[in-house]
């Protein structure tokens, strides 16, 4: 094939020029054009022998959609200088070959396209279902026609079944052809219209930078079209949007919300969607393994059935509910007679037989949500000493749980729905409880016959439990189910028994009895058991309340109560975020474009109100994870007795020193207690001036030491920001000791003598101004400056020059001190150095206000001027036992040594992604202080990559920060507890999303200016 011979022919029948470029085609020759004149074209040269029908019928298809609906994204035909869209030319052989010119859209083809959102399967859907309104009254002759791809045709499978020499799989695609063939009389009785018939992920063009939101610009080959009902077409397209989608139901969700706000669909239709999807997949797979079997050579063939048995053989997706989930998502009654149920449930609200011999009206409420309650201690494993008694603050007499209700309580593996601890979970209470008296008689509501019973056994489970069958008068079927029972019902009913309205039909169980809970009815109610059976789900995910408010419904009314009394409402983040910009400054910023509002924390997760899990890979605050109960039981044993100051003597201030200085050397003997690492600094500022006499500070670029005046003066990350209040007189910046972007690398072996060196003219400048030299000040490990690990003998050298200059060295380690390191209490002992002053802030008190300053005697006599120092809160006796409990949690949990060993494993697993990713410049850290520096194709800081990176992170419940004069180091310093499971959950979940990033490059930078100079950064 000669591309040549075929650029050639361009000239000639359209009047344009350009190279030419072989794209895929199964039969016919496409080529892209770049053309001269500055614009794309898809070239389509037909095979041999092409009926012209076929493509007539396409290019009249392309026409009328773009009279009818001009803004879909379909491609124009442009027609030859003869004025036909469907020219015969010759080929090389001298054969007839029908051609024609399309537009070539932008974008890539959906298959190579990541993340697959539902937003974007959303846009899909609507392009989709707006495709097939405008095709609606599209006649054409070609739509008829005989048609392995046609789904109307697809009962041809059933034939052919022998095929799939696998017992298991040809059961499957029996059940899947059998269940076709009982819709399809459904099926042939909706009208038929023209549709594309061949969604697939290579016909969808998808276009968006990153970071943004992504765009349907394409869909293309309108080859297979056919007459059909349009349902036909919805069900294809979903096909291929299930297949290895990591959440495929929510993603078949989105297509068809989608396709119904183009085009609205009939439950008839939504009722159809999921066994024509599985007919597709069954056509795709029987027809590619006939195929085989004619070309054994050709394995891609069988490989690419993979995916689709992925789908076909998932055992996480529930066909059985899927109709409810697609009704339910498309604001429609999850079942036929969904309406009648409610109605008549409502209308005799008020007349149903009590549950108990009380009335209800009157039992208080007691909320167990996620927001409220501290149930249980361990999000993620409730003992049954627990369990028994879990809600005893609201009294052992009664009182009741709401329905919808995010809770915590549910913390077992079981209601996870992934891999991890920060997986989806369901939390959600589709139920209402009632707390009463183990023993407790309970009535029907209304009269039914018992669908199911047994004693269920397991841990947390629900004991006994009953379910019963009601229909209304009209015969529409609903249920209602009692859990934590006394098991003794199961010998008194069987399925099929009646129950009359009001008869006493069964018992609470106590904790022995009832899955170890304190004793209650778990009364719940269900419009359909479709795809549930007997296994209700009694709580359900936050993010898919849209089925199962639909599914399992409020059961106030048969409790004979007002709907509001129990139904749960959390606090609405919207309404807390209005709130914060309404009276908060705008410079206290919030993470992530879409902010996370976190009511929980246990280790190193938290959780937002819905009980939404995240994995804290950020906030190096709680130093020993949040909600340590031996913290907890500190401050409120403290609190109970004396909060005071250290004008008053108390053991605890000593101890808390003695704790301290048994972790450093031997030179230090004075403690200062403070509130914050901010309020440390500065008053290592005023230390080191009393000492020294002199004024002047030397500091490294872009550090941070807190927030006061005299702090931000010595932080160039906040002095330099555009606003700031600009560098000070009396300090001097020098190179942060960045050994892989600053001015001297790794392969240097005198690196950190030569970054050491930048002091000298920093001390001499400051000599010259008279203001002499005070101190040196730094972040041991400069952590806003990028998470960076100076080269080994920095520090030693520049606390030498400085000592010989007559200064103090002042050790900040709010962010590296208190064995985060692991190999390391402190950074100063890694770098060999030996500080005048240490630092140490907020992690020191896990989240307690609390910084400390620990000096050599002699400093601290120098500052002892005769004017007292003293801080109200600082050194507190509260602060006091806080601070000292967290040294010895790290000690007595070996939170050192786990630092150490988590850490060399996320740092292995970095590096390696550092070899698979470009975007990946470069690893470092040490223990669980680490970054990773995340650069464009051309080397430069990959700013726009971080922020993708971070908020994807968080998008899969990983919480990350960033840092770095350019924001391009994704920052990882998680509390010291976390464990080997969340190291990989961070390392699998990183490297999936390092391969979206793919080969983004920034768009050139706009100058915002008109002059220009060596330096400027214009182009």
């Known amino acids: 094939m000669n591309l040549d011979f075929w650029a050639d022919t361009l000239p000639r029948t359209w009047g344009i020029s350009g190279k030419l470029t072989r794209l895929d085609g199964e039969y016919d020759l496409n080529f892209l054009v770049e053309a001269t004149n500055g614009k794309d074209y898809v070239l389509k040269v037909m095979r041999a022998g092409c009926a012209a029908d076929l493509v ?47 537009e070539r859209l932008p974008g890539d083809c959906y298959a190579k396209v990541t993340p697959k959102s539902q937003s974007l399967i959303l846009k899909l859907g609507r392009v989709l279902g707006a495709t097939d309104r405008a095709l609606k009254n599209f006649r054409h002759d070609g739509l008829h026609r005989d048609f392995k791809w046609d789904l109307m045709q697809a009962g ?136 085989a079997i004619e070309n054994p050579e050709d394995p891609y063939v069988t490989i690419s059935q993979a995916p689709a048995w992925r789908f076909l053989e998932n055992p996480a997706v529930n066909g059985g509910l899927m109709s409810a989930r697609l009704r339910a998502a498309c604001y429609m009654p999850v079942t036929d007679g969904a309406d009648r149920i ?46 028994a008694q879990v809600g005893a603050e609201f009294g052992p007499d009664w009182w009741m749980g709401y329905y919808n209700e995010p809770r915590l309580i549910y913390a077992e593996p079981g209601f996870r729905k992934g891999p991890w601890k920060a997986s989806d979970r369901r939390t959600v209470h589709l139920a209402v409880d009632v707390f009463a008296p183990a023993g407790s008689l309970l009535h029907a509501p209304l009269s039914g016959r018992v669908e199911a019973i047994e004693n269920r056994t397991g841990h947390l489970d629900y004991g006994g439990v009953v379910i019963l069958h009601h229909e209304t008068p009209e015969g529409d079927p609903f249920y209602t189910l009692y859990g934590h029972l006394d098991p003794e019902v199961c010998d008194r009913l069987k399925p099929g028994d009646p129950v009359a309205q009001g008869a ?113 890979a950020y906030n190096n605050v709680p130093h020993v994870g949040h909600a340590h109960p031996r913290i907890q039981a500190v401050a409120a044993d403290q609190l109970k007795r004396m909060n005071s100051n250290t004008r008053y003597l108390h053991p605890a201030q000593t101890a808390f020193a003695d704790k301290i200085m048994s972790k450093l050397p031997e030179q230090f003997e004075v403690c200062f207690f403070v509130n914050s690492g901010t309020e440390a600094n500065e008053l290592a500022l005023r230390l080191a001036r009393a000492h020294t006499g002199a004024k002047g500070m030397v500091t490294p670029d872009h550090g941070y ?195 150490r060993e988590m850490g060399n494993i996320l740092i292995s697993g970095l590096k390696e992604l550092e070899t698979e990713f470009g975007c990946v410049g470069d690893v470092r850290g040490m223990g669980l202080f680490l970054g990773l520096e995340l650069i464009n194709s051309d080397g430069s800081e990959g700013t726009e990559i971080c922020k993708y990176v971070k908020n994807r992170m968080r998008d899969h419940r990983i919480l990350i920060g960033s840092e770095g004069p350019k924001d391009n180091i994704l920052k990882i310093r998680p509390p010291l507890t976390i464990e080997q499971e969340d190291v990989e959950m961070i390392l699998i979940t990183l490297r999936a999303i390092l391969g979206e990033v793919g080969e983004f490059s920034p768009a050139a930078p706009v100058p915002d200016h008109h002059h220009h100079h060596a330096g400027c950064g214009c182009s």
């Open 56 to 102: 007539d019928m396409q290019i009249n298809a392309l026409a009328h959609i773009s009279e009818t609906a001009p803004g879909l994204p379909f491609p124009k035909v442009f027609p030859s200088l003869g004025g036909t869209s469907l020219p015969e030319l010759t080929d090389e052989e001298g054969q007839a070959r029908l051609a024609w010119l399309q």
């Open 156 to 291: 041809w499978v059933g034939d052919e079944l022998t095929a799939i020499t696998d017992p298991h799989r040809q059961g499957l695609l029996r059940e899947i052809a059998n269940a076709f063939t009982a819709v399809k009389p459904t099926l042939e009785s909706l009208p038929k219209q023209a549709i594309h018939n061949d969604a697939n992920d290579y016909n969808i063009l998808i276009d968006g930078d990153l970071g943004e939101a992504k765009q349907v610009t394409g869909l293309i080959d309108l080859g297979d079209m056919c007459a059909a009902p349009r349902v036909c077409d919805l069900a294809i397209a979903g096909a291929y949007v299930v297949l290895d989608h990591p959440n495929p139901e929510a993603a078949l969700v989105a297509l068809v919300q989608g396709y119904h706000a183009a085009a609205r669909l009939s439950p008839q239709e939504i009722d159809l969607i999921w066994p024509l999807l599985q007919m597709r997949l069954a056509v795709s797979v029987v027809n590619s393994t006939l195929m």
């Open 342 to 387: 409610h109605a008549y449930l409502n209308a005799h609200r008020g007349e149903f037989a009590p549950l108990f011999d009380r009335d209800l009206n009157d039992v208080p409420m007691g909320s167990l949500s996620v927001e409220n309650s501290t149930w249980p201690q361990n999000p993620f494993h409730m003992p049954l000493s627990e369990a």
């Open 504 to 616: 006493t039909f069964c018992r609470l169980g106590d904790a022995t009895q009832n899955g170890g809970w304190a004793p209650h009815v778990h009364f719940q109610l269900a419009l359909t058991t479709d795809g549930m059976q007997n296994d209700w789900p009694g709580v359900g995910d936050p993010d898919e309340m849209y089925l199962w408010h639909g599914v399992c419904p409020n059961p106030a009314a048969l409790l004979n109560l007002p709907e509001d009394k129990v139904y749960y409402q959390p606090v609405n983040k919207d309404e807390i975020l209005q709130g914060r910009h309404d009276h908060f400054g705008g410079n206290l910023s919030l993470t992530y474009d879409d902010p996370v509002m976190l009511v929980r924390g246990w280790k190193h997760h938290m959780f937002d109100e819905w009980g939404r899990p995240y994995l804290d």
């Open 705 to 899: 030491h807190g927030n006061t005046n005299a702090a931000v003066a010595i932080s160039a990350y906040k002095f330099n920001k555009p606003g700031g209040i600009g560098q000070a007189d009396w300090v001097e910046l020098v190179e942060v000791a960045d050994d892989y972007r600053g001015s001297f690398k790794r392969d240097d072996p005198d690196r950190a003598q030569k970054y050491a060196d930048l002091v000298d003219p920093a001390i001499a400048t400051l000599q010259e101004k008279g203001h002499g030299v005070a101190g040196f000040i730094a972040e041991t490990f400069p952590s806003v400056g990028g998470q960076i690990i100076p080269p080994k003998g920095y520090l030693a050298a520049v606390y030498e020059k400085i000592h010989a200059a007559g200064g103090v060295c002042i050790a900040d380690e709010v962010q590296t001190g208190l064995g985060r390191l692991g190999d390391h209490y402190f950074g100063f002992e890694h770098q060999g150095a030996l500080p005048d002053i240490v630092v140490m802030g907020k992690p020191i008190g896990n989240g307690h206000p609390l910084g400390v300053l620990v000096t050599t005697k002699a400093i601290a006599e120098s500052f002892d001027n005769g004017i007292e120092f003293f801080s109200t809160f600082g050194g507190s006796t509260l602060s006091c036992r806080i601070g000292k409990e967290v040294l010895d949690i790290v000690d007595d949990e070996g939170l050192q040594d786990n630092a």
